[in-house]
């Protein structure tokens, strides 16, 4: 498959199915890439319609019609419900502990509203991950009205992001 950019030997990939599309994930420093099964191959992410671009991120997960990608070490961003391509940097950007010296590792969905957070020390539930299907019913405007963060254990975390995989869900 062919893809706008020069892909290294020696960069970490990972791959994330969202709706119809697949987004390959590179190390922080390069863009992600997107192929939506055409015979392009994977393309950059076009400017977003409205709001900030997707963020530099090397890893993440789709969860809720979102794209939730980890960047800096504590934060998470999600995409626009149903729209890999915009982000909002105030209302859809979550720390987790910033400045703990911990960094997040991995992002898994669970159950059908919370993302788990690993970091290396730690383990957060973030839950409303599917809350703007029900943003007007609630009255809020913005994601960040309906998720909360909560630490689960602060005795042990997630060493590697691969060291953790969904089971019976």
Known sequence: IATAETIGMDESIEFIQADQQLVMLRDEGDNPLVW????????LFAAPDVGDAIPLSSTGTYAGGRLWLVKDRDD???SDIFDTNDYDYVYQKFSVQKGDGDEITRLLPYHD??????KKRRVY????VTFAANQTAFGATNLSDGITVKQVFNNFGLVAPKAVVAHGE
């Open 113 to 118: 509203d919370y993302l788990l957070i690993f």
């Open 36 to 43: 939506d099964g055409g015979a392009a191959g994977f393309v």
């Open 125 to 128: 539930a973030m839950s409303g």
């Open 76 to 78: 998470v961003y999600a």
